[in-house]
Structure formats: structure tokens, C-alpha cells
Nanobody, 125 residues
């Protein structure tokens, strides 16, 4: 498994921006597809964005498409989530997740076996 540590969450006004980072341990980062999920109070964990091992393919939930951008740096062992035009409904704990070695990129949280501790994002109206 991969150890993941998120950072960059916080409180922002609607329309603002935040950039989340997720630093991974180990030397196999480039072999793992990566994703961001989020969970709001009283709701199930939901898919936000995913990126393939090379970074060449990205996937987004319809609710964030055009506003969020996922990227990765396989030298720095870090995946990012740039969040623009934030809305109050984006308020949630955001989790970084890593899939298994050499697996395909998935939008299903069950296909990810390493998770960070989460970082809170709060968007005020």
C-alpha cells in the first residue's frame, strides 16, 4: 500500500479557489492510478476526479467538470486537485486515493486500496 497525506483544504468564499495536494510515499507512485473522492456530512463518499498512471487520461464527476482539474507529478510523488469557482455544495472532506499497482483507472471507490486522512474544504455562500 501507499501512504498518502493530503493538504491544502480550508475555508473559502463561493467563487473562490483552492488547490489540494496529496503526497505519496515510496518509489512506486507512477504505477498507481490516483483519484480524489469527497464526503459531505450525512452523505456517501462520492467520486470527484481520477487520473491515469501516466497522467495522460483524466476523469471527472459531472458536478465538477469544467471547474476542477486533477494533475500529478510522478517525480514529486504528488497528485493535485485544482478547484475553481467553488460552490457551497462542494463543502466536504476530500480524500486522496491510490489504486493498486498497474491497475486501470477507476471511478469506483472500491477499486482504491490506499487512502489519505482527508482534508476539510468549506465553501461559504
Amino acid at each position: 500500500q501507499v501512504q498518502l497525506v493530503e493538504s491544502g483544504g480550508g475555508l473559502v468564499q463561493a467563487g473562490g479557489s483552492l488547490r489540494l495536494s496529496c503526497a505519496a510515499s515510496g518509489r512506486t507512485f507512477s504505477t498507481h492510478p490516483m483519484a480524489w473522492f469527497r464526503q459531505a456530512p450525512g452523505k456517501e463518499r462520492e467520486f470527484v476526479a481520477a487520473i491515469s498512471r501516466s497522467g495522460g487520461n483524466t476523469y471527472y464527476a459531472d458536478s465538477v467538470k469544467g471547474r476542477f482539474t486533477i494533475s500529478r507529478d510522478n517525480v514529486k510523488n504528488t497528485v493535485y486537485l485544482q478547484m475553481n469557482s467553488l460552490k457551497p455544495e462542494d463543502t466536504a472532506v476530500y480524500y486522496c486515493a491510490a489504486g493498486g499497482h498497474w491497475t486501470s483507472t477507476s471511478l469506483n471507490h472500491r477499486d482504491y486500496d490506499s487512502w489519505g486522512q482527508g482534508t476539510q474544504v468549506t465553501v461559504s455562500s
